[in-house]
């Protein structure tokens, strides 16, 4: 049995929810796939989510980690392909840190690769009726620093990646975009299901 840990994000800059928490508890509730899935909602502030992150890591050695977030302007699910070592906060975080140009590791390199099947990931979503795109940049604010941070915490032999998600019909904001709670949570566990896929295999599997 492979371990999967799957986190979302508190609400920040002062919204009253964050879908990326509502799908992934929506996940959690309903999971019958045959991993063990450990959730988490992690903190939107850049010191406290990396720790965070890194005590899941360490306490349940995962095989996969994938971890989600809110991109408000985007239209569509965005599988991230690259963490970059920058944190550049375009508002305060929730801990009411903002740094700027600063790096997420000092030692670090420039940028980490995501390790989950990201084509991939973007197929099956596609294939599945799910607006999805590969993106090439998770910016610069706590979303990029958990990927960046994931991505270095991990064994070798875990996968590891990011999602950006819109906002959900009952979060948005009057004229943003947004797709249902229902495709939310549905393409958060396709991504679950399939996060351990090679990257070239072909699109299929649940329709949960």
Known sequence: MAVLLLTGFEPFDG????????AVTTVAADYDGPHELITATLPVAFDSSARRLRALIDRHSPDAVIATGLAGGRPQIAVERIGVNLMDARIPDNDGAQPLDAPCE??????RFATLPVKHL???LSAHGLPAQLSLSAGSY????????????VAADTV????HLPWST???PAGAP?????????????IVDHAL????AQPGGSIW
């Not at 947004?178 to 396709?190: G, I, S, Y």
Request: with cysteine; aromatic share 4%; hydrophobic share 45%.
């Open 15 to 22: 919204a009253a929810g964050n879908p990326s928490a509502d």
């Open 106 to 111: 000092p030692d670090g390199p420039a940028a």
């Open 122 to 124: 973007v197929r099956i």
């Open 142 to 153: 706590v979303c990029n620093h958990v990927l960046y941070t994931a991505l270095g915490a």
């Open 160 to 163: 590891a990646g990011f999602v």
């Open 170 to 172: 009952g979060t948005a």
């Open 178 to 190: 947004h797709l249902p709670e229902k495709d939310l949570a549905r393409a958060v566990r396709l």
């Open 197 to 200: 896929d090679p990257e070239d």
